[in-house]
């Protein structure tokens, strides 16, 4: 789609991809980091769990290399990404859990890491019901199960 129809094309064939997935409950959609550039995309992936996965553009060359990334067919690809991901940034920051991941992580320990990182973070932030239960049972209302 980026080679014949450019990137925006690329960008509304995934938001409708989006719109079509957003609203299932308990999955997981990957993104590419692009995804986050629409106010609209970043509205629906906040309906669920947003993780960052925190990756040193270095560690990214490395990883992609040998693929055909549209964005970084530049003279100075590592500069390009650099120069997207601080764009970027800010929306990434507002993830509810971020996961560095570093060159020694393979794909099975990243996803222990985020694995981990979402228990601690469903731990630490319970839902409201949970917390009002805790309260009235500590206030003696032990009539709440």
Same mark, same amino acid.
């Given at each position: ?6 990137? %925006?094309?690329?960008? +509304? ?6 719109? /079509? !997935? ?6 997981? #959609? /990957?993104?590419?980091?692009?995804? !986050? ?5 970043? /509205?629906?992936?906040?309906?669920? &769990?947003? !993780?960052? &996965?925190?990756?040193?553009? +270095?560690? #990214? @060359?490395?990883?992609? +290399? ?14 390009? &990404? ?10 990434? +920051?507002? %993830? ?8 020694? @992580?393979? #794909?099975? @320990? ?11 973070? #469903? ?7 949970? @917390? %009002? ?13």
């Amino acid at each position: 789609i980026f080679e014949t129809e450019g990137e %925006a094309a690329f960008r +509304e064939a995934e938001a409708q991809v989006l719109d /079509s !997935v957003h609203a299932h409950v308990r999955c997981v #959609i /990957s993104t590419g980091g692009g995804l !986050v550039c629409r106010l609209a995309n970043w /509205s629906k992936l906040q309906t669920g &769990l947003v !993780v960052y &996965l925190k990756v040193d553009p +270095e560690v #990214i @060359m490395k990883r992609i +290399e040998g693929t055909d990334r549209p964005l970084l067919q530049t003279d100075n690809p590592l500069e390009t &990404l650099k120069k997207l991901n601080e764009e970027r940034k800010e929306r990434y +920051e507002q %993830a509810d859990v971020t996961v560095e991941v570093d060159e020694t @992580m393979d #794909i099975q @320990m990243a996803a222990d890491a985020v694995i981990r990182a979402l228990h601690d973070f #469903i731990d630490n932030n319970p839902p409201a019901w949970k @917390m %009002a239960k805790a309260k009235a049972q500590a206030d003696g209302l032990d009539w709440v199960n």
